[in-house]
Each structure stands twice: as structure tokens, then as C-alpha cells.
T-cell receptor, first 113, second 114 residues
Framework: KNEVEQSPQNLTAQEGEFITINCSYS?????LHWLQQHPGGGIVSLFM?????KKHGRLIATINIQEKHSSLHITASHPRDSAVYIC??????WGGGADGLTFGKGTHLIIQP | DTEVTQTPKHLVMGMTNKKSLKCEQH?????MYWYKQKAKKPPELMFV???????INESVPSRFSPECPNSSLLNLHLHALQPEDSALYLC?????????????FGSGTRLTVV
């Protein structure tokens, strides 16, 4: 069982629509990350959350620690938002060091004009 | 400087070649990572360096050899690779020992083994 589950796997929407991508995880975490990857490109970190809500431009990310669930919202979506959105978690540093990210499988978002 | 720089961006190599991938950051991050990403899959962790010491090796074949010469530089030496090793190789960096540390990724090296 994957420790990080994302839904939907694929999402096609029209320009201007409100987009929601969901992420659930099954383990205790230090933080949850939302990442963006354009085709053939590197990864850009959008948000890092350990509680509550963060907003950056048209993007909003929320996390509910008790329910082990996070959502990424895009308001007034635009074709340039088309990308793969990846949810990832950092596990608690039991050893006190860096352990890398545990990734979900990603959501492939296409925004049509 | 808030970037992780990876070179080269593209690399084609034969199965008998020896090549190296380079990653550099000047943000003072003391953890650096190599990830491998196949098409339409999430990245897979390969190696983690903490304070220039190898702390995690995710059972990566010995044909991949990491090196961290100093706190700003991370190399991945490649030798006798197989075609199935063709992938996007991503470098990332982060702080350590903070409750919530963010990651910065490089743009990757697209490797093709022929």
C-alpha cells in the first residue's frame, strides 16, 4: 500500500474552472509538500505545510493533520497551469537527519482554453 | 542564490562510457539528494548526503557512484550503465534538523543510455 495517495490521477478542465486535487497519507509526517512538474521539466516546490492553510496567488493548499488529508486548489485555472501536481511527505526525523521525500503518484492536470 | 543547478541538461552515453552528473547549490543547505524519475512515474530516491556524508543509499546498483566533495557540490558518477537506466536524474537540497524544511529541486539531467 502506497503511503501517499492522490486523486484524481488525471483531470481535464476548462479555463477558469476551480480545481481541487486531494492527497491522503497513512503515516505520521513532519510536513506535506505540493510540487509542480511541467512535461520534461524539473520540479518546483509550491507549498510546504505542517498545519492550516497557505495561499500563493491563485493556489491554495490546506492540510488536516487529524484526518491525514491535504488539498491543493487552483482558482481561475489557466492553460499554463497544465502540469503534473505531486503530493509528497517528509517523515519525522527519527534519526535526526534528512530522509528524502515520499511521493504520491501525481495528478496530471490539463486546462483547456 | 536560491537555485539548484544541474549539468548537463541532456546526456547520451554508451554502455561502456564513464560520465558524471553535477549538482551545485549555494543556499547553505546541508542535505543533498539524488532522485531518478522514469516517464510518468514519481521520483525514486537514490542517495542522501547529510553534512557531506552518505546517509542513505536506497540499494542503488554500484554502476551509480555518488560523491559529495564539499557542502555545495554533489556528483553522480556513471559507469557501465544499461538502457533501462535512461531517465531524468533530479538533484535536490534542503536544510536538516529543522521541523519543517523545504526542498529545492534542480531542473534535472535527461540521460539516455544507448
Amino acid at each position: 500500500k502506497n503511503e501517499v495517495e492522490q486523486s484524481p490521477q488525471n483531470l481535464t478542465a476548462q479555463e477558469g474552472e476551480f480545481i481541487t486535487i486531494n492527497c491522503s497519507y497513512s503515516v505520521g509526517i513532519s510536513a506535506l509538500h505540493w510540487l509542480q512538474q511541467h512535461p520534461g521539466g524539473g520540479i518546483v516546490s509550491l507549498f510546504m505545510l505542517s498545519s492550516g492553510k497557505k495561499k500563493h496567488g491563485r493556489l491554495i493548499a490546506t492540510i488536516n493533520i487529524q484526518e491525514k488529508h491535504s488539498s491543493l486548489h487552483i482558482t481561475a485555472s489557466h492553460p499554463r497551469d497544465s502540469a503534473v501536481y505531486i503530493c509528497a511527505v517528509t517523515l519525522p526525523p527519527w534519526g535526526g537527519g534528512a530522509d528524502g521525500l515520499t511521493f504520491g503518484k501525481g495528478t496530471h492536470l490539463i486546462i483547456q482554453p | 542564490d536560491t537555485e539548484v543547478t544541474q549539468t548537463p541538461k541532456h546526456l547520451v552515453m554508451g554502455m561502456t562510457n564513464k560520465k558524471s552528473l553535477k549538482c551545485e547549490q549555494h543556499m547553505g543547505h546541508r542535505a543533498m539528494y539524488w532522485y531518478k524519475q522514469k516517464a510518468k512515474k514519481p521520483p525514486e530516491l537514490m542517495f542522501v548526503y547529510s553534512y557531506e556524508k552518505l546517509s542513505i543509499n536506497e540499494s542503488v546498483p554500484s554502476r551509480f557512484s555518488p560523491e559529495c566533495p564539499n557542502s555545495s557540490l554533489l556528483n553522480l558518477h556513471l559507469h557501465a550503465l544499461q538502457p533501462e537506466d535512461s531517465a531524468l536524474y533530479l538533484c535536490a537540497s534542503s536544510q536538516i534538523y529543522l521541523a519543517n524544511y523545504g526542498y529545492t529541486f534542480g531542473s534535472g539531467t535527461r540521460l539516455t543510455v544507448v
